[in-house]
């Protein structure tokens, strides 16, 4: 038996219900969708082209502009680069009997597929911020027992002394909370609607997004410029590949990524602790 037409014929049998039938579903976009949105608002997923195992990201050197422009002050400014290595793939794997892919309907089957996509992706939320907790950052600062007005803004700040734009806070769900309860930081945040408690993804006036998730140390708080901070090289995005052992009456999917992360600039994170 092949699951994964066991699993197209499920899948067009919901669609077809509705008006959109698909002939040829994706499974690749039912496993990844919604996935996991504090790992999006990040945004620093690069992908690696096909058949090379790691990506070369440039560091661009700070440069200082000057009035003289003889030929004893021409130097020359050398790119220096960092690559970033992809590691071994990292995947969950679905099994199901055949009974049950059968017989089941396909909002029974569906949410495995989901919770698959989000699990992969909270295990490459919480890679990066174990890279940034081991990339030696000196950019660190304390915070009080319970979050202050005055620490958000100094975390902002710590980055604009090396002039760099804080554009990312994550925390632990409990320092998020705190900082709803500032009056200063709810005057600031443009909240619009609940959406951004439940998602946990909070966009505020002052250009920062607050990502908030239970993966990040309680306690702690990162202050990132995530255009030049750190970078994700990775491959196997959507990969679903099946599997079928009949003599144990077992059939399913393994969903399986690969990547790399890589901290660019330190400078441009700077770290509160309780």
């Not at 050197?61 to 290595?85: A, C, E, H, Q, R």
């Not at 892919?101 to 490459?124: F, M, T």
């Not at 990040?216 to 995005?237: E, H, N, P, W």
Request: charged share 25%.
């Amino acid at each position: 038996m092949e699951i994964n037409k066991l699993l197209e014929k499920k899948l067009k049998e919901a669609k077809a219900t509705g008006s959109d039938i698909d002939s040829q579903p994706d499974l690749s976009s039912e496993i990844w969708e919604p996935g996991y949105p504090q790992l999006r608002a990040l945004g620093v997923v690069k992908e690696v082209p096909e058949g090379s195992t790691s990506l070369i990201i440039p560091v661009p050197g700070k440069l200082t502009p000057g009035t003289s422009f003889g030929t004893s002050d021409v130097t020359f400014v050398g790119m220096t680069y960092n690559t970033i290595t992809l590691g071994n793939p990292v995947g969950v794997n679905l099994g199901w009997t055949r009974e049950y892919i059968e017989d089941a309907p396909w909002d029974a089957v569906a949410p495995q597929l989901k919770e698959a996509g989000r699990a992969l992706e909270q295990k490459l939320f919480e890679d990066i911020l174990s890279t940034i907790d081991n990339a030696g950052v000196s950019n660190t600062f304390t915070l009080s027992g319970t979050i202050t007005w005055a620490n958000f803004v100094e975390g902002i700040s710590k980055l604009a002394e090396d002039d760099y734009e804080c554009d990312i806070v994550i925390c632990h769900p409990s320092e998020y909370a705190e900082l709803l309860q500032l009056d200063q930081f709810v005057n600031a945040a443009y909240m619009g609607s609940s959406e951004p408690i439940s998602s946990g993804v909070l966009r505020t006036t002052l250009g920062v997004t607050i990502v908030s998730s239970s993966v990040c140390t309680d306690g702690k708080m990162y202050f990132i410029d995530s255009d030049k901070a750190l970078a994700v090289a990775q491959r196997r995005d959507k990969k679903a590949e099946e599997y079928s052992y009949p003599d144990q009456n077992l059939y399913g999917v393994v969903v399986s990524s690969r990547y790399g992360i890589k901290v660019i600039l330190e400078k441009a994170i700077a770290i509160g602790t309780k």
